[in-house]
């Protein structure tokens, strides 16, 4: 089992920024892929950014060049920096990991509102 606890999420102006975290504990030795996806009401959840296998990382092309992910191992912890954000970038996001066999871990979500 893995287990996640998110923070970071909130209210933020056009143009801000907010940077979210997900520390992670249980079997972390487990995770090969891990990252976050974002749900904005009436979508389906889809991926922002995430590590996969090593250090490479995937970014959806709507985040690219406004959003970071990064991690501490020694925290067990993953970031996701955002700048330049946008009303569209407004979504619950989830913290998520895969394990080695296929199962899928997801944190409780954090709101993050871009409004003016």
């Known amino acids: 089992q893995v287990q996640f ?3 970071g999420g909130g209210l933020v ?6 940077r979210l975290s997900c520390a992670a504990s249980g079997s972390i030795f487990s995770i090969y892929r891990m990252g976050w996806y974002r749900q904005a009401p009436g979508n389906q959840r889809e991926l922002v950014a995430v590590f996969t296998n090593g250090d490479n990382v ?3 092309d709507s985040v690219k060049g406004r959003f970071t992910i990064s991690r501490d191992n020694a925290k067990n912890t993953v970031y996701l920096q955002m700048s330049s954000l946008k009303p569209e970038d407004t979504a619950v996001y989830y ?5 080695w066999n296929m ?6 979500g954090s ?5 003016s």
């Open 5 to 7: 606890v998110e923070s």
């Open 13 to 18: 102006q056009p143009g801000g920024s907010l």
């Open 58 to 60: 995937n970014y959806a």
């Open 95 to 99: 913290c998520y990991a895969k394990s």
């Open 103 to 108: 199962r899928d871990y997801w944190g409780q």
């Open 111 to 115: 709101q993050v509102t871009v409004s």
